[in-house]
C-alpha cells in the first residue's frame, strides 16, 4: 500500500531576552549549574512572577513576521505536569489564548518550488531546568538554570508531507526568527528544539491517522533521520495489520531508530487553567503597529528583491539570503564592486567553501567584505586573472594583506602586454609543429578541444598571469 506521511511540528524557540519571562535572572548560555536560578524560578513561597515585557515584543514581532492573527488579549495558564527539573510542579504557558493565532509560512525546496505551511498558533511560555545523567555515579543532577527562561512554541498545522519539508520549514523558521533577532535559534545549545508530530494515511485518504510525537530533536539532520525511521516503523506495523499506539517517543540518533518513552497525553491530563498570579496580556493596534515599525526586511522578501534588483537566479537568490549576516555581507561586497553575478559566484563558491571547511559563520570570515569587493574589482579591471584571483584570495584569507597587497608583495599582475603575449604566442606555435598539424587538419568541433594546448602552454610559460582574453585572440590568428 502507498503511504501519505502527515507531519506537524511545534518548535520551542528561546527567545533572545536578557532575562527570563518571570524573573530577573540572566538567560546566559554555559554557567555553572544552579547559579542563574533565583527564588522566583526555584518556586520558593511567596514568589510571585512578573512578566518580562521583551518577550512579549518579541512574540508579536514574530506574529506580524508570518501574517498571523495577533491576540490582543492573550491569558497564561498553568500546565500541570511532575518532573524533577520542574520546580512548580507545573509550567506557566498559554493554551486557549495564545499571544498569536493562526498564520503562515512560506518554504522553499532545493528544486525552487515553494509550499505554504500552516501556523495553528505561537504561545509564550518558560522553559524547565534540565536533567543531568553523566558523573553522577547512577544518579541524576538538577540544573535549574534554564528554568523559567522564555520560550516562544511554534505549533504548524499538520500540513508537512516528507522529512524534506520538514528540513526546509526548520532552515527557513531559523532564517526568520534570526532576521528579526528574537532568537539565535543555536540548535546545539537548545535554543530550537522540534517535537514531530507524525502519523501514516493511505494515499488519498482525508482521515488522519494515530500520531507519534518524537520529543526534542536538535538537529536539522536528526529531524530528517527521525521521520524516515518512524514512516518505516509505523509502515511496517500498519502493513502487517497492526495498529499504531499514540505515544511520546525518543530518538536515538546512534541507533538511528525511535523508542518508546511514555504514552501520549492530552490537554485534560495537563489540567490547564489559568494563572492566578499575572494577569491577561491586553494590546492594542497602536502597539502592534509600533512593533511593526521594528521590522527589517524579512527572509522572503530579501529573496524576491535580490532576484529583481541584482539579476540573480532563485537559487542564487536563496541561498544569498538564508541569513542576514550573509546577505549583508554580499551586498557589501556589490556596493564595493559594482558587479552582483562575480560577487554572488564569489561568496558562495570561494568564500563559503573555505568557511565552511574551516567551520566558521559568515560573521567570523577573515576576508572583510570590502576587501573581497576589492579583490572582484581587480578581476573586473584585468590586473589579475580568474584563476590569479583564487591564489590571491588564499593569501587574504591567510592574513597576508589586501588584495592591491598580495598581488604587488607576490607580483601576480596580469601581463596584458599584447607584444609579450605574441612573443609567447608565436614561441609556443614553433615549439608544437605536430599539434599544429593536427589542428589545421581537424574540422572545427575538435579545432575547439584542441586550442586548448596552446591557451594552456601560453599560461605555463607566463606562469598563468598571460590575459586569457588576449591569448586567445592571439591564438585564433596565428593559427589560422
Known sequence: MQWETVIGLEVHLQLATRSKIFSGSATTFGAAPNTQASAVDLAMPGMLPVLNKEAVHMAVMFGLGIGAEIGMRSVFDRKNYFYPDLPKGYQISQFEDPIVGKGSFEIQMEDGSTREIGITRAHLEEDAGKSLHEDFHGMSGIDLNRAGTPLLEIVSEPDIRSAAEAVAYLKALHSLVTYLGISDGNMAEGSMRCDINISLRPKGQEALGTRAEIKNVNSFRFVERAIRHEFDRQADILEDGGKIVQETRLYDPDRDETRSMRSKEVANDYRYFPEPDLLPIVIDGAYVEAVRETLPELPTAKRHRFVEQYQLSAYDANVLADSIALADYYEAVVAVCGDAKIAANWVQVELLGLLNKAELDISA?????????GLINRILDNTISGKIAKQVFEAMWNGEGTADEVIDAKGLKQVSDSGAIE???????????????QYLAADDAKRKKLVGYFV???MKASKGQANPGMVNKLLAQKLK
Open 365 to 373: 570570515s577573515p576576508v572583510a567584505a570590502a576587501a573581497l569587493g
Open 423 to 437: 612573443a609567447m604566442v608565436d614561441e609556443v606555435i614553433a615549439n608544437s609543429a605536430a599539434q599544429v598539424e
Open 456 to 458: 594552456g602552454q601560453v
